[in-house]
């Protein structure tokens, strides 16, 4: 890659990490749940699984995916039936004013997570099809979707832990049940809407 196309993916890749989606919302949710620091093994997931999936996806692996329509409906049902379990299950959240250990979204969760949001999807098949080279050789290929996955790398841990800190910050407006209830609530309608809007 020349370094104006490295700026040009950069650019696209900090818009599709900072945009909405739903490991953004589980990501702000994190945050007004645990905190900043107790949140960054699930940022590290969702930065370091998206990157791995574009990774994959340019190497050509994904190809296999996208080949077969079995497996996107499979991905896509089976995604879509785990997403909207998850959007009830925040919105649903019980809150206690005692200190309980809750515990949040891990990094290999977080990281999984990506294989099954269509959004992860979206970006790295659209990144993939406008941006890589046809080449030829294992060797450069692997180096560059290697590439691709480090500067997705670069572009979404600092994207995705505006969305972290977010949340960390409500969390003293979220010290009160009804805070905290409403909170939940429109988090898990926004997570169940943004995959709606997706599969649709």
């Given amino acids: 890659m020349t370094a104006g196309q490295i700026i ?5 890749a900090v818009v599709a990490a900072i945009t909405p989606g739903p490991s953004n919302l589980i990501l702000t949710s994190t945050g007004a749940k645990v905190g900043l620091l107790r949140g960054l093994p699930c940022l590290a997931g969702v930065a370091g699984g998206m990157s ?19 497996l996107i409906l499979i991905l896509k049902v089976g995604g879509t039936g785990f997403l909207l379990w998850l959007a009830w299950k925040i919105a649903t959240a019980s809150y206690s004013e005692a200190p309980v250990e809750k515990r949040p979204l891990g990094f290999f969760g977080a990281a999984a997570f990506q294989w099954i949001s269509p959004k992860s999807w979206l970006v790295s098949v659209s990144a993939v099809s406008v941006y890589l080279h046809p080449v030829v050789g294992a060797g450069v290929a692997f180096r560059q979707a290697l590439g691709f996955g480090l500067l997705f790398l670069l572009a979404a841990a600092p994207s995705c832990f505006v969305w972290l800190a977010f ?12 805070t905290a209830r409403i909170f939940n609530i429109a988090m898990g309608i926004l997570l169940a809407g943004s995959v709606l809007l997706f599969i649709w």
Avoid: C, D, E, Y
């Fill in 8 to 12: 040009t993916f950069l650019l696209f």
């Fill in 52 to 70: 791995f999936m574009m990774f994959i996806v340019a190497f050509g692996l994904g190809n296999v995916v996208l080949a077969s329509p079995t």
């Fill in 167 to 178: 949340g960390a910050g409500l969390q003293r407006l979220l010290s009160t049940k009804r």
